[in-house]
């Protein structure tokens, strides 16, 4: 690793930036224990060996800090493409596991923080001081520092490997998944393809119905109607329908979660995602007592959602003319378990995308994965190739009708072929743990 220095790099520049600090290391002989998700399969990744570079730097008149991260596999072993990892929840960029499968798959991989550790709580960056939004640290994490770690991670690409990545990739789910929707709409000449699955888009939409069964509970007591509710999606107070409920097939431990003492009382225990963001980036109070949202206040701080933040990170933007232009190709799937994000969310996106564009399906497909929870998980089908679909869709012209997929739980491992929306999985005949046994219409 006689490149993985200091010096190699150093003469690196972003516009609009100024570095802080450069810093490399090299790491050998490094082993994960990489579980399912982010897109891929189970993974023991063994004997991997990479030059680590990480850029610091700051946006003048800002005060911020941001730094990127880029793992580079040996040049025997780098496959020529670059790719971008997607983060997680409020966690901009993508865990160390996920960067040793990229490179252990021979991918240049690139992530940012965004301007706060994985490990810093959204409580201690969201707000400059009660009633005040830290918009500098928000538009970072929304989509300012992802557009520059693709940027500087090919170029230290091309520091390094003394050549231009003949590819450039992203991959993510979840908040990945708004990420690389994100990168499409905004910086459509930045990636050749997209893997972007249960996107956490239509943000301002789909953080409030996180909390909508917690409103409904502040209203109504019946389980049974929580329930229906739950499944109906968001109301305004004047019974207008706001968003989409979760498939029947989710569960409501999430989004629907109560905490009940010992005499048998119960109270709604809303999920961290919406406390955070009614808390802190609508009535902008840490002390908001988030108990007090009935169905009434929901309406209004929905409207607020939305109203406030869709051109920041709302990720809502159906024009993908750009990004259709520069070539580019999005695959984009979504469990229909999801316990998170509604389906429905990505279903009414790429609904809007095809009617805006018949032709969309030229360079934007969507595929449903029935009995799949978030990213992952549950008794369906999870699409762990679906990266290599893209790579054969940018690279070989190969559009992908079906994506390969087998379930994840359980001794025996079934396998399915998931439909290109709008048609959907249906069983014919035969055995019911081979893919053969399924059909798309």
Request: proline share 3%; glycine share 10%.
């Amino acid at each position: 690793m006689a490149l993985c220095t200091v010096s190699q790099f150093q003469n690196l520049t972003l516009f609009g930036a100024s570095a802080l600090s450069f810093n490399t290391h090299s790491h050998s002989n490094l082993s994960f224990n990489v579980a399912a998700g982010q897109n891929h399969y189970a993974k023991n990744v063994t004997s991997l060996e990479v030059c680590e570079v990480v850029i610091t730097y700051t946006h003048p008149g800002y005060n911020d800090e941001v730094n990127t991260i880029v793992w580079l596999p040996m040049a025997e072993s780098w496959s020529g493409r670059f790719l971008g990892a997607g983060g997680g929840g409020w966690v901009t960029g993508a865990e160390i596991s996920t960067l040793a499968w990229a490179a252990s798959e021979g991918f240049a991989v690139a992530t940012t923080d965004g301007g706060h550790a994985a490990d810093s709580p959204v409580q201690d960056w969201a707000l400059l001081s009660p009633g005040n939004v830290n918009w500098v640290a928000l538009q970072n994490f929304a989509s300012t520092t992802l557009d520059e770690a693709a940027t500087l991670g090919k170029a230290v690409v091309e520091a390094y490997y003394g050549t231009k990545p003949s590819y450039s990739y992203w991959n993510g789910c979840s908040t990945g998944g708004r990420q690389g929707h994100m990168m499409a709409q905004r910086y459509p000449d930045q990636y050749d393809g997209i893997l972007a699955s249960a996107s956490a888009m239509q943000w301002g939409q789909m953080l409030m119905q996180e909390g909508w069964p917690q409103a409904i509970m502040n209203n109504l007591k019946a389980a049974a109607t929580i329930a229906k509710w739950t499944w109906k999606g968001a109301t305004s107070s004047r019974n207008e329908s706001l968003w989409y409920g979760l498939d029947v097939g989710a569960s409501f431990l999430a989004d629907a979660a109560t905490t009940c003492s010992a005499n048998g009382t119960c109270t709604g225990s809303p999920l961290g995602f919406f406390d955070i963001w009614v808390r802190y980036f609508l009535t902008m109070d840490p002390d908001f007592d988030i108990s007090t949202v009935n169905v009434s206040v929901f309406s209004k701080l929905f409207h607020q959602s939305v109203n406030r933040y869709d051109s920041i990170i709302g990720t809502s933007d159906i024009d993908l003319t750009y990004f259709k232009e520069a070539g580019g190709k999005l695959i984009t799937w979504h469990g229909l378990a999801d316990s998170l994000i509604a389906p429905n969310t990505t279903v009414d996106y790429a609904q809007r995308v095809y009617e805006r564009d018949p032709e969309a399906e030229d360079y934007y497909r969507f595929f449903e994965a029935p009995g799949v929870d978030h990213c992952g998980g549950g008794s369906g089908w999870f699409p762990g190739s679906g990266l290599q679909s893209l790579i054969n869709w940018v690279e070989r012209g190969v559009a992908p009708t079906k994506l390969e997929a087998q379930t994840q739980n359980g001794a025996v491992k079934r396998s399915a072929h998931l439909c290109l929306w709008p048609k959907s999985l249906h069983f014919v005949s035969g055995d019911v743990n081979e893919a053969g046994s399924f059909e798309c219409h």
